[in-house]
Protein backbone atom coordinates (compact mmCIF):
# COMPACT_ATOMS: atom_id res chain seq x y z
CA UNK A 1 0.00 0.00 0.00
CA UNK A 2 2.82 2.80 0.97
CA UNK A 3 4.35 1.77 -2.06
CA UNK A 4 1.88 2.37 -4.27
CA UNK A 5 1.22 5.91 -3.05
CA UNK A 6 4.45 7.17 -3.33
CA UNK A 7 4.00 6.59 -7.09
CA UNK A 8 3.48 10.11 -8.14
CA UNK A 9 2.03 9.89 -11.91
CA UNK A 10 3.62 13.78 -12.74
CA UNK A 11 6.24 13.00 -14.72
CA UNK A 12 6.12 14.90 -17.81
CA UNK A 13 3.59 16.89 -16.86
CA UNK A 14 4.21 20.80 -16.59
CA UNK A 15 3.57 22.87 -13.81
CA UNK A 16 2.61 25.70 -15.03
CA UNK A 17 -1.20 26.60 -13.07
CA UNK A 18 -1.06 28.45 -10.29
CA UNK A 19 -3.36 29.05 -7.36
CA UNK A 20 -6.38 31.36 -9.45
CA UNK A 21 -6.14 28.24 -12.01
CA UNK A 22 -6.76 25.83 -9.38
CA UNK A 23 -9.63 28.25 -8.11
CA UNK A 24 -11.10 28.98 -11.37
CA UNK A 25 -11.06 24.85 -12.01
CA UNK A 26 -13.34 24.34 -8.39
CA UNK A 27 -16.01 27.25 -9.22
CA UNK A 28 -16.22 26.70 -13.11
CA UNK A 29 -16.39 22.82 -12.43
CA UNK A 30 -19.53 23.63 -10.01
CA UNK A 31 -21.09 26.62 -11.46
CA UNK A 32 -22.44 25.34 -14.85
CA UNK A 33 -26.00 25.86 -16.08
CA UNK A 34 -27.99 24.33 -13.22
CA UNK A 35 -28.39 27.76 -11.25
CA UNK A 36 -29.88 29.17 -14.55
CA UNK A 37 -32.79 26.67 -14.30
CA UNK A 38 -32.25 24.31 -10.84
CA UNK A 39 -33.97 27.15 -8.08
CA UNK A 40 -37.21 26.34 -9.91
CA UNK A 41 -37.33 22.63 -9.36
CA UNK A 42 -36.12 23.34 -5.73
CA UNK A 43 -38.97 25.96 -4.95
CA UNK A 44 -41.48 23.57 -6.66
CA UNK A 45 -40.45 20.80 -3.97
CA UNK A 46 -40.27 22.70 -1.29
CA UNK A 47 -43.16 24.92 -1.77
CA UNK A 48 -42.20 28.27 0.50
CA UNK A 49 -39.74 31.35 -0.11
CA UNK A 50 -38.26 31.03 3.18
CA UNK A 51 -37.44 27.46 3.13
CA UNK A 52 -36.17 27.21 0.14
CA UNK A 53 -33.16 29.58 0.89
CA UNK A 54 -32.97 27.61 4.34
CA UNK A 55 -32.74 24.34 1.96
CA UNK A 56 -29.64 26.47 -0.17
CA UNK A 57 -28.11 27.11 2.97
CA UNK A 58 -27.97 23.89 4.39
CA UNK A 59 -26.96 22.87 0.78
CA UNK A 60 -23.77 25.47 0.99
CA UNK A 61 -23.14 24.35 4.64
CA UNK A 62 -22.90 20.53 3.46
CA UNK A 63 -20.70 21.72 0.61
CA UNK A 64 -18.45 23.53 3.34
CA UNK A 65 -18.30 20.01 4.84
CA UNK A 66 -17.08 18.52 1.65
CA UNK A 67 -14.53 21.44 1.21
CA UNK A 68 -12.97 20.43 4.23
CA UNK A 69 -13.26 17.22 3.89
CA UNK A 70 -11.80 17.18 0.55
CA UNK A 71 -9.11 20.02 1.32
CA UNK A 72 -7.42 17.37 3.38
CA UNK A 73 -7.13 14.58 0.89
CA UNK A 74 -6.04 17.86 -1.14
CA UNK A 75 -2.61 17.68 1.16
CA UNK A 76 -2.76 13.92 1.43
CA UNK A 77 -2.58 13.27 -2.50
CA UNK A 78 -1.30 16.74 -4.04
CA UNK A 79 -0.99 14.48 -7.38
CA UNK A 80 -2.76 13.92 -10.70
CA UNK A 81 -5.22 12.17 -10.22
CA UNK A 82 -4.91 11.97 -6.68
CA UNK A 83 -9.21 11.06 -6.31
CA UNK A 84 -8.18 7.74 -8.29
CA UNK A 85 -5.33 7.03 -5.88
CA UNK A 86 -7.03 7.64 -2.53
CA UNK A 87 -9.95 5.78 -3.63
CA UNK A 88 -7.99 2.90 -4.73
CA UNK A 89 -5.66 2.98 -1.03
CA UNK A 90 -8.76 3.01 1.10
CA UNK A 91 -10.81 0.85 -0.43
CA UNK A 92 -9.14 -1.35 -3.22
CA UNK A 93 -8.32 -1.07 -6.63
CA UNK A 94 -11.50 -2.07 -7.83
CA UNK A 95 -13.40 1.20 -6.09
CA UNK A 96 -11.08 3.20 -7.95
CA UNK A 97 -11.43 1.40 -11.08
CA UNK A 98 -15.22 1.77 -10.96
CA UNK A 99 -15.18 5.07 -10.40
CA UNK A 100 -12.99 6.16 -13.30
CA UNK A 101 -14.56 4.51 -15.46
CA UNK A 102 -18.26 5.54 -14.34
CA UNK A 103 -16.81 8.88 -14.37
CA UNK A 104 -15.25 8.84 -17.74
CA UNK A 105 -17.59 6.64 -19.80
CA UNK A 106 -20.86 8.07 -18.81
CA UNK A 107 -20.63 10.92 -16.16
CA UNK A 108 -18.31 13.38 -17.68
CA UNK A 109 -18.64 11.81 -21.27
CA UNK A 110 -22.31 12.86 -21.21
CA UNK A 111 -22.49 16.10 -19.27
CA UNK A 112 -19.58 16.96 -22.35
CA UNK A 113 -22.38 16.18 -24.71
CA UNK A 114 -25.41 17.36 -22.58
CA UNK A 115 -23.47 20.80 -21.49
CA UNK A 116 -22.52 20.95 -25.47
CA UNK A 117 -26.38 20.53 -26.84
CA UNK A 118 -27.16 23.70 -24.21
CA UNK A 119 -24.12 25.82 -25.19
CA UNK A 120 -25.46 25.50 -28.78
CA UNK A 121 -28.84 26.24 -28.13
CA UNK A 122 -28.54 29.30 -26.14
CA UNK A 123 -25.68 30.61 -28.91
CA UNK A 124 -28.18 30.76 -31.36
CA UNK A 125 -30.86 32.07 -28.51
CA UNK A 126 -29.05 35.09 -28.06
CA UNK A 127 -27.69 35.45 -31.84
CA UNK A 128 -30.98 35.03 -33.64
CA UNK A 129 -33.60 35.13 -31.01
CA UNK A 130 -34.91 31.23 -31.47
CA UNK A 131 -33.44 27.79 -30.58
CA UNK A 132 -31.47 26.06 -34.00
CA UNK A 133 -32.81 22.97 -35.17
CA UNK A 134 -32.11 19.42 -34.39
CA UNK A 135 -29.24 18.41 -36.54
CA UNK A 136 -27.75 22.24 -36.32
CA UNK A 137 -27.65 21.73 -32.79
CA UNK A 138 -25.62 18.62 -32.83
CA UNK A 139 -23.48 19.58 -35.21
CA UNK A 140 -22.89 23.05 -33.63
CA UNK A 141 -22.17 21.13 -30.17
CA UNK A 142 -20.09 18.81 -31.79
CA UNK A 143 -18.16 21.58 -33.19
CA UNK A 144 -17.24 23.18 -29.53
CA UNK A 145 -16.50 19.69 -28.67
CA UNK A 146 -13.89 19.00 -31.09
CA UNK A 147 -12.62 22.90 -30.82
CA UNK A 148 -11.71 22.32 -26.67
CA UNK A 149 -10.71 19.47 -26.79
CA UNK A 150 -7.81 20.74 -29.50
CA UNK A 151 -7.56 23.39 -27.48
CA UNK A 152 -6.59 20.91 -24.50
CA UNK A 153 -4.28 18.99 -26.46
CA UNK A 154 -2.29 21.99 -27.04
CA UNK A 155 -1.68 23.03 -23.28
CA UNK A 156 -2.98 22.58 -19.92
CA UNK A 157 -2.05 26.47 -19.82
CA UNK A 158 -4.68 26.80 -23.07
CA UNK A 159 -7.06 25.16 -21.50
CA UNK A 160 -6.79 27.23 -17.99
CA UNK A 161 -6.97 30.41 -19.79
CA UNK A 162 -10.30 29.12 -21.47
CA UNK A 163 -11.12 28.54 -18.10
CA UNK A 164 -10.55 31.47 -16.18
CA UNK A 165 -12.05 34.01 -18.53
CA UNK A 166 -15.52 31.92 -18.19
CA UNK A 167 -15.18 31.91 -14.70
CA UNK A 168 -15.04 35.36 -14.20
CA UNK A 169 -17.60 35.90 -16.71
CA UNK A 170 -20.55 33.40 -14.94
CA UNK A 171 -19.81 35.07 -12.15
CA UNK A 172 -19.97 38.70 -13.25
CA UNK A 173 -23.54 37.50 -14.67
CA UNK A 174 -24.60 35.99 -11.36
CA UNK A 175 -23.87 39.23 -10.01
CA UNK A 176 -25.62 41.28 -12.61
CA UNK A 177 -29.01 39.21 -11.55
CA UNK A 178 -28.34 40.38 -8.08
CA UNK A 179 -28.10 43.59 -8.92
CA UNK A 180 -31.33 43.80 -10.62
CA UNK A 181 -33.00 42.58 -7.51
CA UNK A 182 -31.33 45.37 -5.70
CA UNK A 183 -32.06 47.86 -8.33
CA UNK A 184 -35.83 47.02 -8.48
CA UNK A 185 -38.57 46.25 -6.09
CA UNK A 186 -39.75 42.82 -5.61
CA UNK A 187 -41.42 40.53 -3.71
CA UNK A 188 -40.97 39.29 -0.24
CA UNK A 189 -39.05 35.91 -0.42
CA UNK A 190 -41.03 34.77 2.72
CA UNK A 191 -44.06 34.84 0.78
CA UNK A 192 -45.43 31.16 -0.03
CA UNK A 193 -47.73 32.48 -3.09
CA UNK A 194 -47.39 35.33 -4.79
CA UNK A 195 -49.12 36.13 -8.58
CA UNK A 196 -48.68 32.29 -10.26
CA UNK A 197 -50.33 30.01 -8.47
CA UNK A 198 -48.36 26.89 -7.59
CA UNK A 199 -49.26 23.41 -7.29
CA UNK A 200 -47.04 22.92 -4.25
CA UNK A 201 -48.61 23.86 -0.66
CA UNK A 202 -46.31 25.39 1.19
CA UNK A 203 -45.17 22.89 4.34
CA UNK A 204 -47.00 23.82 7.46
CA UNK A 205 -45.75 21.04 9.88
CA UNK A 206 -42.35 19.85 10.78
CA UNK A 207 -42.32 16.52 9.08
CA UNK A 208 -43.95 18.14 6.00
CA UNK A 209 -40.73 21.13 6.41
CA UNK A 210 -38.67 18.13 6.71
CA UNK A 211 -39.71 16.42 3.66
CA UNK A 212 -39.80 19.28 1.52
CA UNK A 213 -36.10 20.42 2.51
CA UNK A 214 -35.21 16.65 2.09
CA UNK A 215 -36.71 16.25 -1.01
CA UNK A 216 -34.98 20.08 -2.15
CA UNK A 217 -31.91 18.99 -1.27
CA UNK A 218 -31.53 16.56 -3.89
CA UNK A 219 -31.04 19.11 -6.94
CA UNK A 220 -29.33 21.03 -4.95
CA UNK A 221 -26.72 19.18 -3.94
CA UNK A 222 -26.20 18.19 -7.18
CA UNK A 223 -25.86 21.98 -8.23
CA UNK A 224 -23.14 22.17 -5.61
CA UNK A 225 -20.82 19.13 -7.41
CA UNK A 226 -17.47 20.17 -8.81
CA UNK A 227 -15.06 20.68 -6.12
CA UNK A 228 -13.43 17.34 -6.47
CA UNK A 229 -12.12 18.21 -10.04
CA UNK A 230 -9.34 20.05 -8.43
CA UNK A 231 -7.77 16.77 -6.76
CA UNK A 232 -7.18 15.58 -10.54
CA UNK A 233 -4.75 18.41 -11.43
CA UNK A 234 -2.93 18.13 -8.62
CA UNK A 235 0.83 17.22 -10.95
CA UNK A 236 -0.30 20.62 -13.32
CA UNK A 237 -0.31 23.12 -10.00
CA UNK A 238 3.65 24.07 -9.12
CA UNK A 239 2.78 24.28 -5.02
CA UNK A 240 -0.05 21.57 -5.32
CA UNK A 241 0.04 20.73 -1.39
CA UNK A 242 -1.25 24.35 -0.65
CA UNK A 243 -3.32 25.40 -3.83
CA UNK A 244 -5.34 22.18 -4.02
CA UNK A 245 -6.95 23.00 -0.83
CA UNK A 246 -6.94 26.46 -1.14
CA UNK A 247 -8.55 25.89 -4.57
CA UNK A 248 -11.32 23.95 -2.51
CA UNK A 249 -11.82 25.82 -0.10
CA UNK A 250 -12.09 29.33 -1.25
CA UNK A 251 -13.52 27.94 -4.71
CA UNK A 252 -16.79 26.32 -2.63
CA UNK A 253 -16.73 29.58 -0.40
CA UNK A 254 -16.88 31.59 -3.51
CA UNK A 255 -19.82 29.73 -5.12
CA UNK A 256 -22.08 29.13 -1.64
CA UNK A 257 -22.58 33.06 -1.55
CA UNK A 258 -23.26 33.81 -5.07
CA UNK A 259 -25.93 30.94 -5.06
CA UNK A 260 -27.52 32.15 -1.88
CA UNK A 261 -27.27 35.44 -3.79
CA UNK A 262 -28.82 34.70 -6.86
CA UNK A 263 -31.34 32.47 -5.33
CA UNK A 264 -32.52 35.49 -3.01
CA UNK A 265 -32.55 37.85 -6.20
CA UNK A 266 -35.10 35.09 -7.82
CA UNK A 267 -37.11 35.18 -5.22
CA UNK A 268 -36.88 38.78 -4.79
CA UNK A 269 -37.61 39.65 -8.29
CA UNK A 270 -40.28 36.81 -9.01
CA UNK A 271 -41.83 35.20 -5.94
CA UNK A 272 -41.68 31.82 -5.19
CA UNK A 273 -44.42 30.29 -6.83
CA UNK A 274 -43.40 32.17 -10.39
CA UNK A 275 -39.70 31.11 -9.17
CA UNK A 276 -41.15 27.21 -8.66
CA UNK A 277 -43.79 27.69 -12.38
CA UNK A 278 -40.55 29.16 -14.29
CA UNK A 279 -38.87 27.20 -16.87
CA UNK A 280 -35.98 29.76 -17.00
CA UNK A 281 -35.56 31.24 -13.78
CA UNK A 282 -32.84 33.43 -14.77
CA UNK A 283 -34.27 35.09 -18.44
CA UNK A 284 -37.64 35.47 -16.14
CA UNK A 285 -35.93 37.44 -13.41
CA UNK A 286 -33.83 39.51 -15.81
CA UNK A 287 -36.80 40.12 -17.41
CA UNK A 288 -39.13 41.76 -14.68
CA UNK A 289 -36.05 43.90 -14.21
CA UNK A 290 -35.04 44.95 -17.98
CA UNK A 291 -37.94 43.99 -20.02
CA UNK A 292 -38.18 40.86 -23.00
CA UNK A 293 -35.10 42.28 -24.29
CA UNK A 294 -32.89 40.92 -21.62
CA UNK A 295 -33.74 37.41 -22.22
CA UNK A 296 -31.40 37.13 -25.20
CA UNK A 297 -28.79 38.99 -23.66
CA UNK A 298 -29.10 36.05 -20.55
CA UNK A 299 -28.91 33.35 -23.24
CA UNK A 300 -25.71 34.48 -24.17
CA UNK A 301 -24.49 34.21 -20.69
CA UNK A 302 -25.66 30.87 -20.36
CA UNK A 303 -23.93 29.98 -23.27
CA UNK A 304 -20.73 31.14 -22.07
CA UNK A 305 -21.34 29.41 -18.17
CA UNK A 306 -22.10 26.66 -20.63
CA UNK A 307 -19.22 27.00 -22.75
CA UNK A 308 -16.74 27.05 -19.60
CA UNK A 309 -18.16 24.09 -17.48
CA UNK A 310 -17.74 21.98 -21.27
CA UNK A 311 -14.19 22.89 -20.99
CA UNK A 312 -13.43 22.39 -17.81
CA UNK A 313 -14.75 18.24 -17.94
CA UNK A 314 -12.18 18.34 -20.85
CA UNK A 315 -9.31 19.85 -18.82
CA UNK A 316 -9.43 17.82 -15.55
CA UNK A 317 -11.49 14.41 -16.44
CA UNK A 318 -8.83 12.88 -18.78
CA UNK A 319 -6.17 13.48 -15.94
CA UNK A 320 -8.31 10.38 -13.65
CA UNK A 321 -7.88 7.88 -17.20
CA UNK A 322 -4.17 9.38 -17.58
CA UNK A 323 -3.28 8.41 -13.58
CA UNK A 324 -5.17 5.08 -13.95
CA UNK A 325 -3.37 4.30 -17.04
CA UNK A 326 -0.07 4.70 -15.76
CA UNK A 327 -0.82 2.93 -12.46
CA UNK A 328 -1.12 -0.46 -15.07
CA UNK A 329 -4.82 -0.59 -14.18
CA UNK A 330 -6.04 0.60 -17.41
CA UNK A 331 -4.78 0.46 -21.40
CA UNK A 332 -1.24 2.01 -21.03
CA UNK A 333 -1.89 4.02 -24.60
CA UNK A 334 -3.99 5.88 -21.81
CA UNK A 335 -0.68 6.56 -20.17
CA UNK A 336 1.23 8.67 -22.75
CA UNK A 337 1.56 12.38 -23.32
CA UNK A 338 2.09 14.36 -26.07
CA UNK A 339 6.03 14.38 -26.55
CA UNK A 340 5.54 18.66 -27.22
CA UNK A 341 2.38 19.45 -25.34
CA UNK A 342 3.08 17.27 -22.60
CA UNK A 343 -0.79 17.01 -22.15
CA UNK A 344 -2.35 13.36 -22.02
CA UNK A 345 -3.87 13.03 -25.92
CA UNK A 346 -5.41 9.75 -25.50
CA UNK A 347 -6.86 10.34 -22.47
CA UNK A 348 -8.45 13.70 -23.74
CA UNK A 349 -9.47 11.92 -27.76
CA UNK A 350 -11.24 9.12 -24.87
CA UNK A 351 -13.19 11.58 -23.56
CA UNK A 352 -13.81 13.90 -26.25
CA UNK A 353 -14.83 10.56 -28.39
CA UNK A 354 -17.21 8.98 -26.19
CA UNK A 355 -19.03 12.33 -25.55
CA UNK A 356 -19.54 12.82 -29.42
CA UNK A 357 -20.64 9.05 -30.02
CA UNK A 358 -23.55 9.69 -27.15
CA UNK A 359 -24.33 13.11 -29.64
CA UNK A 360 -25.29 11.48 -32.48
CA UNK A 361 -26.16 7.66 -31.00
CA UNK A 362 -27.67 8.12 -28.12
CA UNK A 363 -29.60 11.91 -28.41
CA UNK A 364 -30.70 14.17 -26.15
CA UNK A 365 -33.00 12.03 -24.44
CA UNK A 366 -30.96 8.67 -23.88
CA UNK A 367 -27.86 10.83 -22.79
CA UNK A 368 -29.73 12.52 -20.42
CA UNK A 369 -30.93 8.56 -18.84
CA UNK A 370 -27.60 7.62 -18.21
CA UNK A 371 -26.39 10.66 -17.05
CA UNK A 372 -29.43 10.74 -14.93
CA UNK A 373 -28.03 7.41 -13.48
CA UNK A 374 -24.71 7.66 -13.39
CA UNK A 375 -24.68 10.87 -11.52
CA UNK A 376 -26.71 9.80 -8.29
CA UNK A 377 -24.17 6.85 -8.18
CA UNK A 378 -21.23 9.56 -8.36
CA UNK A 379 -23.59 11.03 -4.78
CA UNK A 380 -21.98 7.36 -3.58
CA UNK A 381 -18.54 7.65 -5.05
CA UNK A 382 -18.52 11.20 -3.17
CA UNK A 383 -19.23 9.32 0.16
CA UNK A 384 -16.70 6.70 -0.71
CA UNK A 385 -14.49 9.74 -1.05
CA UNK A 386 -15.33 11.40 2.34
CA UNK A 387 -15.28 8.18 4.49
CA UNK A 388 -11.50 7.46 2.41
CA UNK A 389 -10.50 10.63 4.50
CA UNK A 390 -11.67 8.76 7.98
CA UNK A 391 -9.74 5.92 6.60
CA UNK A 392 -6.34 6.87 5.25
CA UNK A 393 -5.92 9.52 8.68
CA UNK A 394 -5.94 6.67 11.53
CA UNK A 395 -3.32 4.46 9.26
CA UNK A 396 0.35 5.09 10.19
CA UNK A 397 1.88 7.93 8.16
CA UNK A 398 3.67 6.13 6.55
CA UNK A 399 0.30 4.45 5.09
CA UNK A 400 -1.44 7.70 4.56
CA UNK A 401 1.48 9.39 2.03
CA UNK A 402 3.01 10.86 5.24
CA UNK A 403 -0.08 12.88 6.57
CA UNK A 404 1.32 16.25 6.49
CA UNK A 405 0.30 18.17 9.48
CA UNK A 406 -3.00 18.34 11.08
CA UNK A 407 -6.32 18.01 9.86
CA UNK A 408 -8.58 20.70 9.40
CA UNK A 409 -11.01 21.76 12.43
CA UNK A 410 -13.99 19.73 12.81
CA UNK A 411 -12.53 16.10 12.04
CA UNK A 412 -13.75 13.74 11.85
CA UNK A 413 -16.84 15.10 12.58
CA UNK A 414 -17.28 16.91 9.40
CA UNK A 415 -15.69 14.31 6.87
CA UNK A 416 -18.52 12.03 8.93
CA UNK A 417 -21.26 14.43 8.06
CA UNK A 418 -20.69 14.97 4.88
CA UNK A 419 -20.88 11.12 4.38
CA UNK A 420 -23.87 10.63 6.08
CA UNK A 421 -25.52 13.50 4.16
CA UNK A 422 -24.56 12.12 0.52
CA UNK A 423 -25.79 8.78 1.62
CA UNK A 424 -29.10 10.82 2.22
CA UNK A 425 -28.93 12.61 -0.97
CA UNK A 426 -28.43 9.04 -2.75
CA UNK A 427 -31.38 7.20 -0.42
CA UNK A 428 -33.68 9.84 -1.31
CA UNK A 429 -33.02 10.21 -5.15
CA UNK A 430 -33.45 6.17 -5.49
CA UNK A 431 -37.19 7.05 -3.13
CA UNK A 432 -38.39 9.18 -5.72
CA UNK A 433 -39.63 7.28 -8.54
CA UNK A 434 -39.50 10.02 -11.42
CA UNK A 435 -35.52 9.22 -11.14
CA UNK A 436 -35.64 5.60 -9.79
CA UNK A 437 -35.05 4.25 -12.92
CA UNK A 438 -32.46 6.20 -14.23
CA UNK A 439 -30.99 5.11 -10.87
CA UNK A 440 -30.71 1.23 -11.94
CA UNK A 441 -28.80 2.27 -14.76
CA UNK A 442 -26.13 3.46 -12.97
CA UNK A 443 -25.98 0.45 -10.78
CA UNK A 444 -26.27 -1.49 -13.94
CA UNK A 445 -22.68 0.43 -14.87
CA UNK A 446 -20.64 0.08 -11.86
CA UNK A 447 -21.91 -3.76 -12.25
CA UNK A 448 -20.39 -3.75 -15.79
CA UNK A 449 -17.17 -1.99 -14.33
CA UNK A 450 -16.54 -4.20 -11.50
CA UNK A 451 -16.37 -7.16 -14.27
CA UNK A 452 -14.37 -5.29 -16.90
CA UNK A 453 -11.83 -4.92 -13.76
CA UNK A 454 -11.66 -8.39 -12.78
CA UNK A 455 -11.56 -9.63 -16.72
CA UNK A 456 -8.85 -7.72 -18.16
CA UNK A 457 -7.01 -5.58 -14.98
CA UNK A 458 -6.93 -7.48 -11.85
CA UNK A 459 -3.65 -7.88 -10.65
CA UNK A 460 -1.80 -5.34 -13.10
CA UNK A 461 0.10 -2.26 -11.27
CA UNK A 462 3.15 -0.29 -12.68
CA UNK A 463 6.43 -1.40 -12.43
CA UNK A 464 8.30 0.73 -9.88
Not at 189 to 207: M, N, Q, Y
Given at each position: ?39 S ?39 T ?44 L ?61 T ?47 G ?95 F ?7 A??S ?8 L ?15 I ?97
Open positions: MAGEQQREPTAGLRRVLGPFDAIAVVIGAIIGVGIFFTPRVAALVGSGSWVLVTWALGGLIAVLGALTFADLGRLYPRGGQYELLRDAFGAVTGFVYVVCNATAIQAGAVAIIALVCAYNVAAATGAGPGTLVSAGMAAGLIVGLMAINIVGVRQGSTVQNVTVVAKLLTLLVVVAAALMFGGDVSASVADVGTTVAPPETPAAIVAAVGAGLVPVLFSFGGWQQALWIGELQRPRRDVPLAILVGVGVVVSVYLATNWAYLHLLGQSRVAASQAVAADAVAVAWGEGARRVLAGAVALSAFGVLNVQLLTGPRLVYAMALDGRFRPFARLHRFTPVPAIVMGGIALALLFLAGERGDRLLTGVVLIDGLFFALTGAALLVLRGRAPADAAGAPGRPYPGYPVTAALFVLAELGVVCGAFADPTVRGAAHVGLAWIVVAVISYYAWFRGRVREP
